[in-house]
């Protein structure tokens, strides 16, 4: 946080963004320390909801949740319809995640790590982007598709319009009490409905894609924390994206050298 405060001092800053799941509550505890800037995150109480899927259970929400609790005694006294999914109460990036394919490798599971077990779903999954403004009202969400998935990224998907999945998202981040943005993911269950599975109070990986479909989430996160009028909605389109690597080869004496970066020990 030192560090941080002293970034804001010299650079003059107005607003701070975190785009990584772990920072975000450590900062959001101490945002007055950022001052005179901005921190753009939704507050402490919403992103521990967000962030704990077994706090998640509590929510007040029509929409359908999987079932969802601690592996060791509580999980070994529930009738699953097997496979299940095994993983890590906190997390992101689908880090610990872990299909059980039966009763003996639900029970073998350790009971230390802070597992979670949840219901199996099936269907095709989804990540919403939504934004709520400062009354909680949502004035966009963004259905894509991730057709192929790479440490937790979307590196190739579609944006969907899908009445549905708009819906259950807003309803979710109306009951996390979201101000600013969030990525919900969803995935379909056996009979077909939007469950959540993930609720990330940050930028998502694939923003790149919502941008192109017309909702501008850096632009539209800024100007509400800096106090500006948004509108009451955003629409958005029907675009597709392919995420690749690209090799750039360069002459030697175009590399650009900063004193920054990692290699300048090793020279």
Do not use: C
Not at 53 to 62: E, I, V
Not at 95 to 118: F, K, M, S
Not at 216 to 245: C, K, M, N, Q
Request: hydrophobic letters at 50%.
């Amino acid at each position: 946080m030192p560090a941080i405060a002293r970034m804001v001092e010299a650079d003059d800053l107005d607003l701070v963004i975190s785009t990584v799941d772990v920072e975000l509550i450590a900062l959001s505890e101490r945002r007055e320390e950022l001052a005179p800037a901005i921190l753009a995150a939704p507050s402490a109480d919403t992103l521990n909801t967000a962030l704990d899927k077994m706090a998640r259970r509590a929510l007040r929400s029509d929409r359908p949740h999987p079932r969802t609790v601690l592996a060791g005694s509580d999980a070994a006294a529930v009738d699953w319809e097997f496979p299940v999914f095994a993983k890590p109460r906190q997390g992101a990036g689908s880090r610990g995640v872990r299909l059980v394919p039966d009763r003996a490798a639900l029970d073998a599971l350790p009971t230390d790590e802070g597992l979670i077990v949840q219901d199996f779903l099936p269907g095709e999954e989804y990540s919403v982007d939504v934004i709520a403004d400062a009354a909680g009202n949502v004035i966009a969400a963004v259905p894509r598709t991730r057709a192929r998935v790479d440490s937790g990224v979307a590196i190739a998907g579609r944006t969907v319009r899908d009445e549905e999945l708009e819906e259950t998202a807003a309803v979710i981040a109306r009951a996390i009490g979201l101000v600013g943005v969030a990525n919900v993911q969803l995935r379909r269950d056996r009979a077909g409905r939007a469950v959540l599975l993930e609720v990330n109070p940050r930028f998502p990986g694939a923003l790149p894609l919502t941008i192109a479909a017309g909702v501008d989430i850096p632009s539209l996160v800024t100007d509400l924390f800096l106090g500006r009028e948004l509108p009451v909605r955003v629409p958005f389109r029907e675009v597709a994206s392919v995420r690749f690597l690209e090799d750039v080869i360069v002459e030697v004496d175009d590399l650009l050298v900063s004193a920054h970066a990692g290699h300048q020990e090793e020279l």
